[in-house]
């Protein structure tokens, strides 16, 4: 059975960093996507990033040049790092993985298997 558990989410400031992780687990094949999703309350849900298993990425224009997207095989684990951090990144993150490659590179993509999320909260 997959399982996606989000970490790392939290309260900071406007210009801070934060990193987020996602421990995947039952989730092995070789071609797959991993991506990043944000919701806030009342705003529908947005693709963050999105990586494949030959490493290809995909960004939302809102968070070009300050967030990355990374994977460490090793470790079954994906990770977003967040810079530059503004009040509009606040949202609940949802880690996604899917297997129906390569059309889960893109961020409209519906994600199948979902994390429960982590709180990112950044004040002004």
């Known amino acids: 059975q997959v399982q996606l558990v989000e970490s790392g989410g939290g309260s900071v400031q406007a210009g801070g960093s934060l990193r987020l992780s996602c421990a995947s687990s039952?989730?092995?094949?070789?071609?797959?996507?991993m991506g990043w999703f944000r919701q806030a309350p009342g705003k529908e849900r947005e693709g963050v990033a999105a990586?494949?298993?030959?490493?290809?990425?995909s960004y939302t224009d809102f968070v070009k040049g300050r967030f990355t997207i990374s994977k460490d095989n090793a470790k079954n684990t994906l990770y977003l790092q967040m810079n530059s951090l503004k009040p509009e990144d606040t949202a609940m993150y949802y880690c996604a993985a899917d297997l129906v490659y390569p059309q889960c590179l893109s961020l409209s993509y519906e994600y199948n298997y979902w994390g429960q999320g982590t709180q990112v909260t950044v004040s002004s």
């Open positions: 039952g989730f092995t094949y070789r071609r797959y996507c």
């Open positions: 990586i494949d298993s030959d490493g290809s990425i």
